[in-house]
């Protein structure tokens, strides 16, 4: 995952058009830290043309704020430029690589 340090370069990625998986997570967050490699590995396995960023909150609270992030880790998922849905704290990986699967499929064939 790549490491976000402004929100221009933020917004840059998601106005590519391509897929975007924006993940909010914390240093002291032991979610994030077990979720993020899953996430990460079934992701890039599943769908490669999505580009994956992590904002870490400590660091960059003018982008957590710009996306009205309240609570971590969360997800974002952005499709053609806009926000498809989000899903955060305690979730079923298997289910949300479902969730992706059909618009995924649709924006991207």
Same mark, same amino acid.
């Not at 710009?66 to 704290?89: A, N």
């Not at 990986?93 to 991207?108: D, G």
């Given at each position: +995952?790549?490491?976000?340090? $402004?929100? *221009?370069?933020?917004? =840059?990625?998601? =106005? $590519?058009? =391509?897929?975007? @998986?924006?993940? %909010? /997570?914390?240093? !002291?967050? /032991?979610?994030?830290?077990?979720?993020?490699? &899953?996430?990460?590995?079934?992701?890039?396995? !599943? %769908?490669?043309? %999505?580009?994956?960023?992590?904002?870490? $909150?400590?660091? #960059? &609270?003018?982008?957590? /704020? #710009?996306?009205?992030?309240? /609570? *971590?880790?969360?997800? @974002?998922?952005?499709?053609?430029? &806009?926000?498809?849905?989000?899903?955060?704290?305690? *979730?079923?990986?298997? +289910? %949300? +690589?479902?969730?992706?699967?059909?618009?995924?499929?649709? +924006?991207?064939?």
């Amino acid at each position: +995952m790549k490491q976000a340090k $402004t929100l *221009i370069e933020v917004e =840059n990625i998601i =106005n $590519t058009g =391509n897929p975007v @998986l924006i993940y %909010f /997570s914390g240093e !002291n967050c /032991s979610v994030c830290k077990v979720l993020k490699p &899953k996430i990460e590995e079934e992701i890039s396995k !599943n %769908f490669p043309l %999505f580009d994956l960023i992590e904002v870490q $909150t400590d660091l #960059h &609270k003018e982008i957590t /704020s #710009h996306f009205t992030v309240f /609570s *971590i880790p969360t997800m @974002l998922i952005f499709l053609d430029k &806009k926000e498809f849905f989000r899903r955060g704290r305690n *979730i079923s990986v298997s +289910m %949300f +690589m479902e969730e992706i699967r059909r618009p995924y499929n649709l +924006m991207t064939k």
